[in-house]
C-alpha cells in the first residue's frame, strides 16, 4: 500500500478564518512533507518532519504552522492567510533519512485551497 | 541551487506516436523519480531510478538515468489519451536527503 490520505479535498476559507489541513499515511513512514504548488509550476517544499520533528522549515509565515501529532499523522494549521496563499497544499512521506538508499516521496492527491 | 530543466515544455501529439521528454541538470542527483501529475491532483510516482545508466520500462513507458546521474529521460511508446497530463522529474539531493529539486515539468495532450 503505497497510499497517502489527504482531508479535505477542497477548503475555501475567508482571511479571519482558522482551519486545518489533514494527512495521513499507512507505509511505516518516518519522514513527512508539506508542498505548496501554484497553477502550471511544480512543487514547492514548505516543513519536512523527521521521526515527529520538525527538520526543515523552508521559511515558511508563521500564519502556516506544520504539527505532526504521531509518525502517521501529518497536519497543517491555517490561519489569517492571504489570497495568494490559494494553492493546491500537498502532502508527502518517504523512509526516514537514516536507513540509507532512495528516499523516494509519495504524494497524496492533495487539498485544493481557496483564501477569499 | 540546484536546477532540473525539461524539454519540451509543452507536447502534443496523436494517439499511437512516440514522444521522449528529457530532464537535465549540471548537477548529480543520488537519484530521480519521474511523476505523472493530473490537473487538481497529487504527482502519482512512476519510477525511482537509482544507478548511473539505468534503465526501465514500465509498460510503454521507458526511463534512462544519465552516466553521470546528472539527466534522465522519458519514452512513451505509442502514445495513447490516458498518457495526457503533467511529467515531472525531480532529483534526489546528494547532499540533504530530505529535499527534491524538481524540474519545470512537460505536460502533454495525446488525441484521438
Known amino acids: 500500500d503505497t497510499e497517502v490520505t489527504q482531508t479535505p479535498k477542497h477548503l475555501v476559507m475567508g482571511m479571519t478564518n482558522k482551519k486545518s489541513l489533514k494527512c495521513e499515511q499507512h507505509?511505516?513512514?518516518?519522514?513527512m512533507y508539506w508542498y505548496k504548488q501554484k497553477a502550471k509550476k511544480p512543487p514547492e517544499l514548505m516543513f519536512v518532519?523527521?521521526?515527529?520533528?520538525?527538520?526543515i522549515n523552508e521559511s515558511v509565515p508563521s500564519r502556516f504552522s506544520p504539527e505532526c501529532p504521531n509518525s502517521s499523522l501529518l497536519n497543517l494549521h491555517l490561519h489569517a492567510l492571504q489570497p495568494e496563499d490559494s494553492a493546491l497544499y500537498l502532502c508527502?512521506?518517504?523512509?526516514?533519512?537514516?536507513?540509507?538508499?532512495?528516499?523516494?516521496?509519495?504524494f497524496g492527491p492533495g487539498t485544493r485551497l481557496t483564501v477569499l | 541551487t540546484q536546477l532540473l530543466e525539461q524539454s519540451p515544455q509543452f507536447l502534443s501529439i496523436q494517439e499511437g506516436e512516440n514522444l521522449t521528454v528529457y530532464c537535465n541538470s549540471s548537477?548529480?542527483?543520488?537519484?530521480l523519480q519521474w511523476y505523472r501529475q493530473e490537473p487538481g491532483e497529487g504527482p502519482v510516482l512512476l519510477v525511482t531510478?537509482?544507478?548511473?545508466?539505468e534503465v526501465k520500462k514500465l509498460k510503454r513507458l521507458t526511463f534512462q538515468f544519465g552516466d553521470a546521474r546528472k539527466d534522465s529521460s522519458l519514452h512513451i511508446t505509442a502514445a495513447q489519451p490516458g498518457d495526457t497530463g503533467l511529467y515531472l522529474c525531480?532529483?534526489?539531493?546528494?547532499?540533504?536527503?530530505?529535499?527534491?529539486?524538481f524540474g519545470t515539468g512537460t505536460r502533454l495532450q495525446v488525441t484521438l
Open positions: 525531480a532529483g534526489e539531493d546528494t547532499g540533504t536527503a530530505s529535499k527534491l529539486t
Open positions: 531510478v537509482v544507478t548511473g545508466g
Open positions: 507505509m511505516g513512514h518516518r519522514a
Open positions: 548537477s548529480v542527483f543520488s537519484s
Open positions: 508527502a512521506s518517504s523512509q526516514a533519512f537514516n536507513l540509507g538508499g532512495s528516499y523516494t516521496q509519495y
Open positions: 518532519y523527521s521521526y515527529e520533528k520538525l527538520s
